[in-house]
């Protein structure tokens, strides 16, 4: 990547000064140990990243047909107010025909009064063919099959929400990631500037014989240490833009290189500015909401199956009755047709109508204590993340304070044991006390930057971030 140029053209020789020859020719030995071509650079920032992932991760993609999926099947119920038509037949063959007792005595007086004969009734084959219209006239179940669509509507489009809301945070998190690499290799640029000139400075004494080799030896350590810290800098940073790169989508990522706007990253504006959270804008929170109100129209539902429904239901066709199988047979055929209004009343399903209310109402109320819950506990860590960004902020003033006297100190000693003034190991010792400086330094801040962004994740506020 492009970092390699930027660093050995532009940060080293800010930060070496007079002493940019020698120290340049160690930094730059280190990258170019890394055969990474230089690649022109594309200034990215925060909202363009998270609106690139939005745009280009396929998972987030694929996600966005849900919503439009769910719709489709709203739009099908809406079929069930539409008639229903179907073309029925059957043929049948009647091995037994039915027998029925009629009472002869009444209408033939030659037989006693209660004299019976046994008649059969039927053909052996029967068919009927004809057509069937339903007209669904008062039918509360698919109202409330309707609304519970709707909102699942809602819920597909909460969950892509999410979705898209836990990517945001991973990208901000790795856009920062970025930013304090940058600035640890800043820190380490400079690191590695200064422990190259008191070990030029002790080298010199030691080649005079006037220094113990133990304490070149330190020098060398905190030399090396500085040196390694900054390859590793450099490490993680490519790292971490790769991971930016795949995050936002890009394609032919070992081709293209991005610097991110350092401007946004202003420790002095982090605080909160007495914003109140708001819950409702994170879409979990959206979801467990949905859910709860799912469950309570599942019982109106649930109430609607035992409401009784109204139809139109009509028939016009034909049937056939024949002794012998003949399907076509003349003058077998008689016309058939009805039209009349069907009402029914269920009364038993074979289900538990009372505890399968008292089941949603409790997975209703399942969920409002959950939101409850979650609604406390964001609250607890919004808060804790504002106290913790305000004391790790003042921190960070401290350590700021501590490491710019402690460099003043070294450069002191520097100049100190160049006139023989100060001892080798009171320099060395000072090296590594600005590197623990360093490093406490550098972990303070991204603490501090981890929970400014947990606070506007748990708050509700992430979404100011691309919108």
């Known amino acids: 990547m492009s970092v390699k140029y930027f660093l050995c053209s532009k940060n080293i020789r800010r930060h070496l000064g007079n002493s940019f020859k020698g120290c340049a020719i160690v930094i730059c030995s280190l990258l170019v140990q890394m055969p990474v071509p230089a690649i022109a650079q594309k200034k990215l920032t925060l909202t363009e990243a998270i609106n690139n992932a939005f745009l280009n991760r396929k998972n987030i993609q694929a996600g ?18 539409w008639p229903q038509i179907s073309i029925e037949y059957n043929y049948l063959y009647n091995p037994i025909l039915q027998t029925s007792i009629l009472p002869i005595g009444i209408f033939n007086p030659s037989y006693p009064l209660d004299a019976t004969k046994s008649i059969q009734f039927g053909t052996k084959w029967s068919q009927t063919a004809g057509i069937t219209v339903i007209q669904p006239l008062l039918d509360q179940s698919i109202r409330r099959q309707i609304n519970e669509a709707k909102l699942q509507e809602q819920m597909a489009a909460a969950t892509q929400a999410q979705s898209e809301y836990e990517l945001a945070y991973t990208v901000a998190k790795t856009y920062l990631e970025i930013s304090l690499q940058q600035a640890k290799i800043e820190s380490a640029i400079a690191d590695t500037a200064r422990t190259f000139i008191s070990y030029n400075l002790l080298k010199n004494k030691y080649d005079e014989k006037r220094l113990l080799k133990s304490d070149l030896n330190k020098s060398i350590i905190n030399h090396n240490n500085t040196r390694q810290l900054f390859s590793d800098a450099i490490a993680d940073l490519i790292a971490d833009k790769v991971y930016l790169l795949f995050l936002t989508g890009q394609a032919n990522i070992e081709k293209v290189d991005i610097t991110i706007d350092t401007g946004f990253f202003n420790i002095h504006k982090i605080l909160p500015a007495n914003t109140n959270p708001d819950f409702e804008l994170i879409p979990e929170f959206q979801q467990l909401e949905l859910e709860g109100q799912l469950k309570s129209m599942q019982a ?28 076509v047979a003349a003058n077998s055929w008689f016309g058939l047709s009805y039209v009349g209004i069907y009402v029914k009343m269920p009364l038993l399903f074979g289900d538990d109508k009372k505890r399968k209310l008292q089941q949603l109402q409790l997975q209703a109320s399942q969920y409002n204590l959950q939101k409850e819950d979650m609604t406390a506990q964001h609250s607890e860590d919004a808060v804790t993340a504002e106290l913790n960004m305000e004391q790790i902020v003042g921190q960070l003033k401290t350590q700021e304070e501590n490491m710019l006297l402690t460099n003043e100190s070294i450069a002191i000693m520097q100049a100190r044991v160049l006139e ?41 506020r992430l979404g100011l971030l691309w919108k």
Request: hydrophobic share 30%.
């Open 420 to 460: 023989g003034q100060e001892s080798a190991s009171n320099l060395n010792l000072e090296e590594a006390n600005l590197q623990q400086l360093k490093s406490l330094y550098e972990t303070t801040k991204r603490q501090l930057w981890l929970h400014w962004l947990d606070f506007q994740n748990v708050s509700g």
């Open 64 to 81: 966005k047909s849900n919503p439009a999926i769910q719709k489709l099947e709203t739009e099908m119920l809406y079929k069930k107010y």
């Open 300 to 327: 109106k539902s649930e109430k609607a199956k035992y409401l009784p429904t109204l139809s139109f239901k009509g028939f016009i066709g034909a049937n056939q009755y024949t002794n012998n199988f003949d399907p």
